[in-house]
C-alpha cells in the first residue's frame, strides 16, 4: 500500500533536494502518496503564517513528512524555528532526532561510522525562561533547562536499543556531568539505569568538550551516541563535518511511540546563496528519505537506496545529475 507521506519543500535548496529523494524513493519501488505543503519562509513573507493548526491537525494523520529546508534571509531569527520546526517537534512528538555519520570508502575519516541520539522535545529547547525588566540596564534573561525523567528514559533506551542493533553494541553518554550537575546527574542516573536491562551493550562517558576532540582525532572510538538536546545540535554539525561533509547530514525526527508520523530531513539549511543554481549535494536528503523507508519498514528500497548511494558515491554534477545517477542506481 502507499505510504502517505507530507512534503515540505519549503525554501531555497529545499524543494530541490527534496524533488530529487522523492524521485529515487520511487526509483526504489516504494509508493507513496504525496501531499504538499506550502510551509516555510515564502509562506510566512506572503501571508503571516508560520504553521496554522488546522495544517498540524492534518499533519496528524500522515505516515511520515520530508522536509527540504526552511528560511530565507528577510525572515526574522527564530519565527521558523520556534514556529514550524520546533512546533512539529513538540507537537507530535519527535522526542529522538537521529543523525547517522559514515565516510565513504576512500574519503577523509575512513573510520568514521556512528549514529548520534539527540533528544529532541526536552534541555534548552523546551522554552522555559524569560526575560525581567526588559531593555533596562537591569534587565534579566532566563533560559531554563527542562530535563524529565520520563523524557530521558525514552531516549536513552531508544539508543541502547539502536546500540544492541549494531555490530559493535556500544552507547556512549555525553553530557557535562561535571557541570551541569542537576541535570547531568539525572542523565547518568538514568542511563545507569536502563543499562542494566542491556547487558549486552559496552557504556562509556564523555563530557561533551572531550568528545569534541574525540569527534576530530579518534571518531573511530563511537558506535551510538545519546546525548541532550542543545549537546546534540552541536555536536551533530561537528559529525557533519567530520562525516563525508553537510552535503552528506541527514536526519530523522522520530517518534518511536508511532503515535504519529515522523519528520526526515537534511540537516543542511536553505542556501538560499546556492538555489537555484543546481550545486547543492541532494545526498543529505536521499539519505535521509532512505531512513523514512526504513521507518515505513521498506527494507529492500533502503539495501537499494545505500547500494546506489555506495556505487554513484564519486559522482560530480548538478543536483538534478547527481539524483538522476542515484535513482538510475537503484
Ligand atoms: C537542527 C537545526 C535546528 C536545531 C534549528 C534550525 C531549530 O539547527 O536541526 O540541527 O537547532 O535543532
Ligand atoms: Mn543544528
Known amino acids: 500500500m502507499a505510504h502517505r507521506v507530507g512534503i515540505i519543500g519549503g525554501d531555497g535548496i529545499g524543494p530541490e533536494v527534496v ?161 551541569l550537575t542537576f541535570a547531568g546527574d539525572l542523565w547518568q542516573r538514568t542511563f545507569d539505569d536502563v543499562a542494566r536491562s542491556f547487558d549486552d551493550v559496552g557504556t562509556a562517558y564523555n563530557h561533551v568538550d572531550a568528545a569534541c576532540i574525540y569527534f576530530v582525532h579518534d571518531p573511530g572510538r563511537y558506535d551510538v551516541i545519546v546525548t541532550d538536546n542543545l549537546f546534540g545540535d552541536i555536536l551533530t554539525d561537528l559529525g557533519g563535518a567530520i562525516g563525508g561533509g553537510i552535503g552528506r547530514a541527514a536526519s530523522a525526527n522520530l517518534n518511536p511511540a508511532r503515535t504519529g508520523p515522523s519528520l526526515f530531513e537534511p540537516v543542511h539549511g536553505s542556501a538560499p546563496d546556492i538555489a537555484g543554481t543546481g550545486q547543492a549535494d541532494p545526498r543529505a536528503a536521499v539519505i535521509s528519505a532512505a531512513m523514512m523507508c526504513d521507518f515505513l519498514g521498506e527494507g529492500d528500497a533502503v539495501a537499494r537506496i545505500q547500494k546506489a548511494l555506495d556505487t554513484t558515491d564519486d559522482v560530480k554534477g548538478t543536483t538534478t545529475q547527481i539524483g538522476d545517477a542515484i535513482a538510475a542506481a537503484c
Open 19 to 179: 524533488g530529487v529523494a522523492l524521485k529515487v524513493v520511487r526509483a526504489a519501488g516504494v509508493e507513496l502518496d504525496q501531499v504538499d505543503y506550502d510551509l516555510g519562509g515564502r509562506r510566512y513573507l506572503a501571508t503571516g503564517e508560520v504553521l496554522p493548526d488546522s495544517v498540524l491537525d492534518e499533519l496528524r494523520g500522515l505516515d511520515a513528512i520530508l522536509l527540504g529546508a526552511v528560511g530565507t534571509p528577510e525572515v526574522p531569527p527564530g519565527v521558523l524555528e520556534r514556529g514550524l520546526l520546533l512546533k512539529m517537534r513538540f507537537a507530535l512528538d519527535l522526542y529522538v532526532n537521529l543523525r547517522p555519520f559514515k565516510a565513504g570508502p576512500g574519503r577523509h575519516n575512513d573510520g568514521v561510522d556512528f549514529l548520534v541520539v539527540r533528544e529532541n522535545t526536552e534541555g534548552t529547547y523546551a522554552g522555559e525562561g524569560g526575560f525581567l525588566r526588559q531593555g533596562t540596564p537591569h534587565e534579566i534573561a532566563t533560559q531554563g533547562s527542562v530535563n524529565t525523567r520520563m523524557g530521558v528514559e525514552r531516549c536513552v533506551r531508544f539508543a541502547f536499543e539502536l546500540a544492541r542493533s549494531r555490530e559493535r553494541k556500544h552507547l556512549t553518554l555525553v553530557h557535562k556531568t561535571n557541570v
